[in-house]
């Protein structure tokens, strides 16, 4: 069994052999990221036989050509996460960062770890992610314009300070263009620039929520049936997840998403501590879920109640019921990738 790490750049990618016991057989470095470059380490791997396995860094931004025509050729591909690649360079003997250091410590962290996700095509899940983080970015540019905006509205007149979230609706921006337009100065000019900017950009911004509640609404239907389980963080949780089935139980995506408890031991085990580990993304998307449902919904109020009943602070309930949504966002997910692949036999 031969394991073949890949180094992923944007310009060049580097490829380590080696064999089941780890040790180094060939070293091989592209000039280029083409489909052409990448067919070329395809034959170039035809000397070590069928019996192979390709291991690449889980940073799909830099990989994604890669995954996909190696996938298309036939070959089989693992993620390894980066920070699993991290422990294995450290205990390395060699010393230093370099390519191949790196493509050597993913081949053997792949093969220290034999139930690594495998690489698919997950093009619903890129395009979601895409959508998500565009939106992201424009939100983050339109609060830059209102801080500014407003800084400009306090010099104009130190009274008027609009409240948190007014100027990102359609009323309150009508409302504030009509005030700047019976002043002409330099400052009310440059204040009516910031209102149109914050306009455009809040326009863009909720015609993206509206294609990604159309987009989630057919792509995961159960998922968007759990209470609190909005189009963004639907479209959140697709992307970040890029794929379900790679996990293998709601234990494991507990693991992966920061919601798995971590006893305090030193002679106590009934209580637990803060997850600092896992995905961010995905913790925080949950913990938005979960302070919806507080707010909102009985059946959550109710269990927070008994959990601080039972002895646990309110931050601790909070913690359990983060843990209740990630199964319940597994078990969803998993019915629409079951019905998804159910959709595509009977297309075929």
């Not at 060049?12 to 489909?35: F, I, Y």
């Not at 791997?45 to 050729?73: I, K, N, P, Y």
């Not at 921006?173 to 700047?180: F, I, N």
């Not at 302070?291 to 913690?319: N, P």
């Amino acid at each position: 069994m031969i394991m073949l790490g890949i180094d992923a750049h944007k310009r060049t990618h580097t490829v380590v052999a080696v064999d089941e016991l780890g040790r180094r057989l060939a070293v091989k470095t592209t000039t280029a990221t083409t489909t052409k470059d990448h067919l070329e380490l395809i034959q170039w791997a035809d000397q070590f036989g069928t019996e192979r396995t390709w291991a690449v860094e889980d940073c799909r931004h830099l990989s994604r050509r890669l995954e996909r025509d190696m996938l298309a050729a036939g070959e089989r591909l693992v993620r390894v996460p980066p920070k699993m690649m991290a422990h294995s360079r450290d205990s390395a003997r060699t010393y230093g960062k370099s390519d191949p250091i790196d493509a050597l410590a993913v081949a053997r962290a792949a093969l220290r770890e034999p139930g690594l996700p495998t690489a698919y095509l997950d093009e619903p899940a890129r395009e979601l992610r895409l959508l998500v983080d565009h939106r992201e970015d424009l939100i983050a540019e339109r609060t830059r314009h209102i801080n500014r905006l407003r800084w400009h509205l306090h010099d104009i007149d130190p009274s008027w300070a609009p409240k948190d979230r007014a100027l990102t609706t359609m009323k309150h921006l009508r409302q504030t263009q009509e005030r700047l337009a019976e002043l002409d100065t330099v400052v009310a000019r440059i204040a009516k620039d910031q209102v149109e900017r914050i306009r455009a950009l809040t326009i863009e911004i909720n015609a993206l929520e509206a294609e990604l509640d159309e987009r989630t609404t057919s792509v995961a239907p159960h998922l968007r049936q759990v209470h609190g389980v909005a189009a963004v963080s639907a479209a959140k949780f697709i992307g970040e997840v890029a794929g379900i089935a790679r996990f293998r139980s709601r234990h494991a995506f507990a693991r992966h998403n920061g919601t798995a408890p971590t006893p305090v031991w030193s002679g106590n085990t009934e209580r637990h501590r803060l997850s600092r580990a896992g995905n961010r993304q995905l913790n925080a998307a949950i913990h938005r879920v979960a302070l919806t449902q507080a707010r909102s919904w009985a059946d959550a109020r109710a269990y927070l109640d008994r959990r601080q009943q039972a002895g646990a602070t309110r931050k601790e309930a909070i913690r359990s019921l983060k843990r209740r949504i990630s199964d319940t966002i597994y078990r969803a997910m998993l019915a629409d990738a079951q019905a998804h692949e159910g959709h595509q036999l009977r297309a075929a």
